[in-house]
């Protein structure tokens, strides 16, 4: 035991939770305070987390937790597949983008890609090139050319409707279906400016939405008795997307139902009288994927978005974020729901207050049920007390 009044630095150390029931001897083993009190106090918030814990079987550790897109979607979870193209045209070359690219992905796995500087339609995905329509690459790289020239027509237009006259501008559709587990379909047609909604489509009504004053005048003609534009890209949707979604599932299925477990990971940050949560969970497979915040229990509703995006190795990631005031006796946890996983992942997040004698000293943790193990270190000012109580607040 330190001496009254001493300083006691806690050793830079992992500790491995075994089971919920050895968090309490983790922690004073970890302070290095194994011995010398007569009995150890809880408070209710470290109980009710050691019997979530228990509840939810965990295994985990305790520790310090101290491309550019111009359009980017909220990630919808459902069950089921599906096929998208992302079309992007710029004013200039330049971050690291030609004139114009086009990117298709099945389960949000890069399937093939056309872009300005080569002139080419080719195949990422390596099960692509089970494709047997012997035209389907010079199909595609026929169509690309096509959309190249339009889309610098397109990019002139919007500038003038935008008052623009030079520096660097984006235009980007995106489109795609879904098929869903259940045997429905969906789709979908947006159009985006500068990294703004410009264009969607109604699909229940197949007519062209003006997000933007701007684009009043290019709704208006799309949806209008002698284009109706709507009702072909039904037809596309319906008669063209689907089926072809079909046929890359049944070629790539090897890869696209492959299931990585995610690893989840919890921290924190001061933001004013308040905290932010963060809970990022990555290197899961395939893309959908469930991330809630919740206060003892309850969902925490959260206005950012939470984006799905890849990794180099095949993989996902995704951080979900919250703004909480911390309240004595509240327990706060992210919950995670994937296809990989038998039940939902449980990650907890407090702060803990060591209390000796009155004195209550700060110490941020976390608790994860992720393999990986995680260190931390600080200063402690401690007395010679009898009985060491745990808080959280």
């Not at 009254?4 to 083993?29: E, H, K, V």
């Amino acid at each position: 035991m330190p001496r009254p009044g001493s300083i006691f630095t806690l050793d830079r150390r992992s500790i491995n939770i075994q089971s919920a029931d050895s968090i309490l001897s983790a922690y004073i083993q970890s302070f290095g305070l194994s011995g010398g009190f007569s009995s150890v106090r809880l408070c209710p918030r470290i109980q009710r987390d050691l019997s979530l814990l228990r509840d939810h079987n965990m295994r985990g550790n305790m520790g310090l937790t101290p491309l550019l897109l111009f359009i980017m979607r909220l990630s919808e979870v459902y069950s089921g597949h599906s096929l998208q193209y992302y079309h992007t045209a710029v004013s200039v070359p330049g971050h690291g983008l030609p004139v114009y690219i086009s990117v298709g992905y099945v389960d949000g796995i890069e399937i093939s890609h056309y872009r300005s500087d080569d002139s080419r339609a080719v195949p990422v995905a390596p099960w692509m090139q089970k494709v047997e329509d012997p035209g389907y690459w010079e199909r595609d790289t026929q169509i690309g050319k096509s959309n190249e020239a339009s889309y610098k027509v397109d990019m002139n237009t919007l500038m003038k409707r935008y008052n623009q006259t030079g520096g660097f501008h984006s235009y980007q559709r995106m489109h795609g279906c879904e098929l869903r587990d259940d045997g429905s379909i969906r789709g979908y047609w947006q159009y985006g400016f500068d990294g703004k909604d410009f264009l969607a489509l109604d699909t229940e009504r197949w007519v062209y939405i003006a997000l933007t004053d701007q684009a009043q005048v290019s709704a208006q003609k799309w949806n209008s008795p002698e284009l109706r534009a709507g009702e072909r890209r039904k037809n596309y949707l319906e008669n063209i997307c689907i089926p072809w979604l079909r046929i890359h599932l049944k070629n790539g299925q090897e890869e696209l139902e492959r299931r990585v477990r995610p690893e989840v990971k919890v921290s924190s940050r001061p933001s004013g009288s308040a905290m932010k949560l963060h809970c990022q969970v990555y290197g899961f497979h395939p893309r959908d994927v469930d991330v809630t915040w919740k206060k003892n229990g309850m969902d925490i509703p959260s206005d950012e978005a939470k984006q799905v995006l890849p990794n180099s190795d095949g993989t996902y990631q995704l951080r979900a974020s919250v703004e909480v005031t911390p309240e004595d006796g509240a327990s706060y946890s992210c919950h995670v729901d994937h296809s990989s996983l038998d039940e939902p992942l449980l990650e907890m997040w407090g702060s803990l207050l060591l209390s000796l004698y009155g004195d209550l000293l700060p110490l941020s943790y976390s608790l994860f049920n992720a393999s990986s193990h995680n260190t931390f270190t600080d200063t402690l000012s401690l007395e010679n007390p009898d009985t060491l109580h745990l808080c959280t607040s």
